[in-house]
């Protein structure tokens, strides 16, 4: 059973940083391309990062770009998502997600197979 818990949410301020983890159980996450989705309250659920297990290519959604960072960690068996320079709009339910046989990023929840259960990431003063 793929089984995926996210971690490190929490409360920060505007400009302030926080990193996300995504450690997997029951499979090992190298073979399978994972991404961090993130809902707000209202609103759907977007794409904001993706890595492949092929080559390691990323992929950002725009408004992220330059701010948060994807990485994983075969060893630890686990996905990070480097978040800095935090704003009020990056506030959400963040989420992580295996993608079986992608080969190329995407930033589409349809590609997606298995999520996690998310954790909550307010950014506010």
């Known amino acids: 059973q793929l089984q995926l818990v996210e971690s490190g949410g929490g409360l920060v301020q505007p400009g302030g940083s926080l990193r996300l983890s995504c450690a997997a159980s029951?499979?090992?996450?190298?073979?399978?391309?994972i991404g961090w989705f993130r809902q707000a309250p209202g609103k759907e659920r977007e794409g904001v990062s993706c890595?492949?297990?092929?080559?390691?290519?990323?992929a950002y959604e725009d408004s992220v770009k330059g701010r948060f960072t994807i990485s994983r960690d075969n060893a630890e068996n686990t996905v990070y998502l480097q978040m800095n320079s935090l704003k009020p709009e990056d506030t959400g339910v963040y989420y992580c997600?295996?993608?079986?046989?992608?080969?190329?990023?995407?930033?589409?929840?349809?590609?997606?197979?298995?999520w996690g259960q998310g954790t909550q990431v307010t950014v506010s003063s």
């Open positions: 890595i492949t297990n092929s080559d390691g290519s990323t």
């Open positions: 997600a295996v993608a079986v046989g992608m080969v190329v990023t995407s930033l589409h929840r349809a590609d997606f197979d298995s």
């Open positions: 029951g499979f090992t996450l190298d073979y399978y391309a």
